[in-house]
T-cell receptor
Framework: SQQGEEDPQALSIQEGENATMNCSYK?????LQWYRQNSGRGLVHLIL?????REKHSGRLRVTLDTSKKSSSLLITASRAADTASYFC???????????FGKGTLLTVNP | KAGVTQTPRYLIKTRGQQVTLSCSPI?????VSWYQQTPGQGLQFLFE???????NKGNFPGRFSGRQFSNSRSEMNVSTLELGDSALYLC????????????????FGNGTRLTVT
């Protein structure tokens, strides 16, 4: 079963524009993580935000978390063609030993 | 440090056969998780191991099994393969202590692409 659900499923933008992806989840969490996957490759961890944090930055990435709405957003600023990938949110559902992933947002950045 | 290594990279099997996939975690990582990725179902959790013990298991039939060795390397086995088992199988390792919560990021390998014909 999918805990996180990303929205939109696909997003196409021009280089230099900002990209925003959203994630909703169902149960209480300890933390939420975002990952990127280039086609046919493994996932790469981008950023982790704990349940008691509201916003976190890492380079061109900005993540927000609203636990009252059970939602998170990932903002990529000044996008580049190299940002083209699928982006997934993952939550722990309160479990220590398992991460549950959403189905992802496919981001295409056109040069 | 070397990343997570999965072998083989590609595998083609026929229905009814069995297959064993291998994963070598990042040095020092004691937790290994396995995921199945398909276009229809996305990323599905298979199981997680720590110090040779399975700590959590996903909703997969008993045909899917795994184990972890004392050096933290892990294998997963799928017996009596079905067409629906065709997928990308991903292994991930993390620095998670025995009693710690899952606040460590997962480091993924590039997966094994299994095709069942």
């Amino acid at each position: 079963s999918q805990q996180g659900e990303e929205d939109p499923q696909a997003l196409s933008i021009q280089e230099g524009e900002n990209a925003t992806m959203n994630c909703s989840y169902k149960t209480s969490i300890n933390n939420l993580q975002w990952y990127r996957q280039n086609s046919g490759r493994g996932l790469v961890h981008l950023i982790l935000i704990r349940s008691n944090e509201r916003e976190k930055h890492s380079g061109r990435l900005r993540v927000t978390l609203d636990t009252s709405k059970k939602s998170s957003s990932l903002l990529i600023t000044a996008s580049r063609a190299a940002d083209t990938a699928s982006y997934f949110c993952a939550t722990d559902e309160g479990s220590n030993y398992k991460l549950t992933f959403g189905k992802g947002t496919l981001l295409t950045v056109n040069p | 440090k070397a990343g997570v290594t999965q072998t083989p990279r590609y595998l083609i099997k026929t229905r009814g056969q069995q297959v064993t996939l291998s994963c070598s975690p990042i040095s020092g990582h004691r937790s290994v998780s396995w995921y199945q990725q398909t276009p229809g179902q996305g990323l599905q959790f298979l199981f997680e191991y720590f110090s040779e013990t399975q700590r959590n298991k996903g909703n997969f039939p008993g045909r899917f099994s795994g184990r972890q060795f004392s050096n933290s390397r892990s294998e997963m086995n799928v017996s009596t393969l079905e067409l629906g088992d065709s997928a990308l199988y991903l292994c991930a390792s993390s620095l998670v202590g025995r009693s710690g919560g899952n606040n460590s990021p997962l480091h993924f390998g590039n997966g094994t692409r299994l095709t069942v014909t």
